[in-house]
Antibody
Framework: QVQLQESGPGLVKPSETLSLTCTASGVSISGYYWSWIRQSPGKGLEWIAYIYSSGSINYNPSLRSRVTLSVDTSRNQVSLELSSVTAADTAVYYC???????????WGQGTLVTVSS | QTVVTQEPSLTVSPGGTITLTCASSTGAVTSSYHPSWIQQKPGQTPRALIYSTSNKYYWTPARFSGSLLGGKAALTLSGVQPEDEAEYHCLLYYGGGALWVFGGGTKLTVL
């Protein structure tokens, strides 16, 4: 079955870069869009961006200037970098597959990233 | 900036029926927004429930249904169970910019 697993540091200092990786199993990265979504404590979901397996990317305009996405088909992974983080970037970060119906059909378990000195 | 609006909270009795809605600041929600619905139980990972307005995943219980209602996307739960207590998020796709926008979520209490 499709499984997604996010990984990366749980603590990032203000002004530094948050880096996360999502590893897919049970499905090939190829042929799909892969999305990053976050949820600040007690808040709703916020779409960050998604990347196609070929490298085409669409961004949330409010985060575009700080977001870098990449895909590694050989490792079946997608990665997120968010630069110049502040406390407002503290959230659970999820990766999700964007299905062929513009939906987020499979989700990782999420990883909590706290921005603090 | 595009805003997607959901009811912040709703309460329903076990066995009852309730409809949650999802509105767009850009106007009426149509099928071209491919509305989808995601359930998130407390402390759990989000789980997709409905895609493209009204289609169910194989894991979606039959009591959940999606539709368009009065210019909004709608999620109806019929015969609500206690385990349906959760946050429900709607997701709209804005094709012009190929963007996703989530609603703020509806906290459903079964009481």
């Amino acid at each position: 079955q499709v499984q997604l697993q996010e990984s990366g540091p749980g603590l990032v200092k203000p002004s530094e870069t948050l880096s996360l990786t999502c590893t897919a199993s049970g499905v090939s990265i190829s042929g799909y869009y892969w999305s990053w979504i976050r949820q600040s404590p007690g808040k709703g979901l916020e779409w960050i961006a998604y990347i196609y397996s070929s490298g085409s990317i669409n961004y949330n305009p409010s985060l575009r200037s700080r977001v870098t996405l990449s895909v590694d088909t050989s490792r079946n992974q997608v990665s997120l970098e968010l630069s110049s983080v502040t406390a407002a970037d503290t959230a659970v970060y999820y990766c999700a597959r964007a299905g062929h119906n513009y939906d987020a059909d499979y989700w990782g378990q999420g990883t909590l990233v706290t921005v603090s000195s | 900036q595009t805003v997607v609006t959901q009811e912040p909270s709703l309460t329903v009795s076990p066995g009852g029926t309730i409809t949650l809605t999802c509105a767009s600041s850009t106007g009426a929600v149509t099928s071209s927004y491919h509305p989808s619905w995601i359930q998130q139980k407390p402390g759990q990972t989000p789980r997709a429930l409905i895609y493209s307005t009204s289609n169910k995943y194989y894991w979606t219980p039959a009591r959940f249904s999606g539709s368009l209602l009065g210019g909004k996307a709608a999620l109806t739960l019929s015969g609500v169970q206690p385990e349906d207590e959760a946050e429900y998020h709607c997701l709209l796709y804005y094709g012009g910019g190929a963007l996703w926008v989530f609603g703020g979520g509806t906290k459903l209490t079964v009481l």
